[in-house]
């Protein structure tokens, strides 16, 4: 009778959800992050189909999950701006840019090279783009890492967050150089510097907004028209409409909910009188969002691409290329304080969606062919795979060394 | 650059999110349910198409504000089985059966009657489906009525949302009827039976998982695989999966929804030494949601419907027997206890989406035209409608005569 179409929403979203939490309860067990687990939830269900099961199909190029994922990722940054404070990011905003910097450059040169020497006649603007395709860091892997093991509110993962922002408005920098060197052969200066100024003017009127304004407003809403359910409706809105509007200024939705989540603050939210803080508002909802994510993530592991040879081989030198050029950025800046360089290249080595976007551009403009896609796929998956257990390796060695220090 | 599907999904989200704030903000400020606030905050979006302005016009059959919807009613219905307790429940479950089976009766042979007095010509089957369709309650409206106000927890409360299960049940066989009669001219027992019987095992399977094994189960999960967010997450699964087996089950997705928050208890989750209630984990994802269910509700109102003299009198005419049949079920048992009789039929007057599927099912075999098509519609509109005020306004008369009689 109920010929309802939200019934293939509530399998969809049941299926991940527990698989998510099986997975978590396994990575638990091994001492390992949660986030791991759920990637590798995602990558079990995906392989079912290898072994003849295809009850699980669904679950795949599923619109509605693909939907809540990207919610559940935007909620995550939102989450950690929240726990990140302005002032701080600034604070560390030259080690940010010169990370950022780095992580771009090291990359870009590498992986150039380095695929022109393991696949042979490969023309120079498909090296480029591969170049260019690990230059983009994904910063939702991290921050999770980081937010599970409570180190948000260190300066390594400042440092790695702002320059997680700088990243992004570079990745749109080096996507319309390469586009346009693909479409004409030449650098087309003027949309570089409009890419450049729509970015910049997007963070200028967030950190604005966020010091002049959001008290304001947010305070005036508290003491007029505070309905039930209003702070958290509020902040939700702001989240969203920040993503939206970040996308619009060309930046990555992510980047728009971070930027909300580091302009927010709970002092804002006095006036509602809440018993609770924004941040255990927001908590639920990560819940149930989050871990979606990371299962969708692992989901789109398409572990058939692993039968023809060169890929295999191709891919494990990229991905080498794609994890040790990103290390680099621990040492971008020169600090008398004591940091964990390493920590930051790792945090620096998840490649995500933006890369994806430089494989499917170059490939829809007939320089990245369907092995280099593959190869692509693959790099962004096995960098998004190994850097949760070392994360977890180094932050944990490094709080029994600062217990060691103390004691 | 980052051409991201999510980017229509945050601006429909947000938009809607803010609506329903604003009409929550005015229906406060005039006494009324923030519910009602909601519901037109929705019918003023769709009617900004009639003044010429189409901006927009993309949150008209827009998939995902239907899924984010109906998402919504589930968690509000799921919240509203966890305020239930099952005992209570079974304590007045022959009041609820009395009670909907006059509401189905009564406004089936009104219905019947005054269809055909008003239309002339109407065929004998036609008029049999718009008294079906009268039948079916739906309780959205009249739950989120009594959990604003505090009023779950009254006798009249719950016979209201036992009787809305019940009447999903006969809801069911109604359709099963009516659709053999339009098809053979016969009335086919046999399909009867098994629609009746899968929906009673369905129910009485959840209340034996309630009985025997919802402690146990959840109980052993948080004593060995209690990760961060567990209880949560588990909750949402077992929301999730019961609204999806209840319609499996042929049943709504909102009674399996009810029947699982319902058979949970706070009780079943305390080995999990949370500081927070289950309840308290699931408002903000209700804070979330409710509100988009009941603004897209508002949305789906297409008053350009209302230009057709014959409809405009015939839709009076149905409406007005619509709210009046559904008065009688106030009076459907007899009881020595002090009762509000007028607040449980008004409880019982929305129609929803099981009035409108039975709408669809006629129109699709021929024997609703698009005028019987668009009376429905505005049937299911005004019941809507009318009843958070009249319900506001009877809870609160009732809660100064208590006043008075305790003073």
Redesign the interface.
């Known amino acids: ?7 293939n ?3 969809s ?2 299926v991940v ?2 698989a ?2 099986i997975g ?2 396994v990575a ?1 067990s091994f001492k390992q992050p ?1 986030v791991l687990g759920e990637l590798l939830a995602g990558v079990t269900l995906a392989s079912f189909s290898l072994f003849g099961l295809s009850e699980l199909d669904f679950l795949k190029d599923n ?2 999950l ?2 809540f994922s ?2 559940g990722v ?1 909620i995550l940054l939102f989450e950690v701006g929240l726990e990140s404070k302005l002032s701080e990011m600034v604070a560390v905003g030259t080690k940010s840019l010169l990370v950022a910097t780095v992580g771009v450059i090291v990359p870009f040169i590498l992986g150039y090279y380095v695929s022109g020497m393991i696949i042979h006649d490969l023309p120079n603007v498909s090296k480029i783009f591969i170049g260019a395709m690990l230059t983009a860091t994904s910063v939702g892997i991290t921050a999770r890492v980081f937010k ?1 093991l409570n180190f948000l509110n260190t300066k390594e993962a400042k440092i790695v967050l702002g320059a997680a922002v700088i990243d992004d408005i570079l ?2 920098i080096i ?2 150089v390469v586009s346009g060197i693909a479409a004409t052969g030449v650098v087309d200066f003027i949309s570089i510097g409009s ?1 450049s100024l729509k970015a910049t003017i997007f963070i200028l009127l967030s950190v604005l907004a966020g010091l002049f304004l959001a008290k304001k407003t947010i305070t005036l809403i508290a003491n007029k ?1 505070n ?4 702070m ?3 902040a ?2 702001i989240c ?2 920040g ?2 509007l970040a ?2 200024f ?4 992510i980047v728009g909910a971070f930027c909300m989540g580091l302009i927010l603050d709970d002092v804002h939210f006095k006036n509602f009188n809440s018993d609770k803080t924004l941040e255990e ?5 990560s ?2 969002l989050v ?1 979606i994510f990371f299962v969708v993530t692992g989901l789109n592991v398409d572990i058939s691409l692993l039968q023809d040879p060169i890929v295999i081989y191709s891919s494990i030198a990229l991905c080498l290329v794609a994890i040790f050029s990103k290390l680099a950025c621990g040492w971008a800046f020169p600090s008398k304080e004591k940091f964990s360089r390493i920590l930051i290249g790792v945090g620096m080595i998840p490649r995500g ?2 890369g994806l ?1 430089f494989a499917s551009v170059g490939k829809s403009i007939g320089v990245v062919d369907d092995r280099l896609y593959a190869i692509a796929v693959i790099v962004v998956i096995t960098t998004t795979l190994v850097t949760p257990p070392i994360l977890a390796f180094l932050i944990n060695k490094l709080s029994k060394t600062a217990i060691n220090e103390q004691s």
Chains 1, 2 share one sequence.
């Open positions: 009778m109920h010929l309802d179409p939200i019934v929403v509530l399998l979203l049941s959800m527990l998510g939490k978590a309860i638990h949660l619109s509605i693909e939907t990207s919610l935007i599970d990745g749109l996507l319309a890419i028209w309905v039930p359910g209003m958290l409706s509020l939700l809105v969203f409409m993503a939206y996308n619009q060309g930046l990555a939705t508002y927001i908590q639920p909802i819940v149930f871990p969606e933006v976007i």
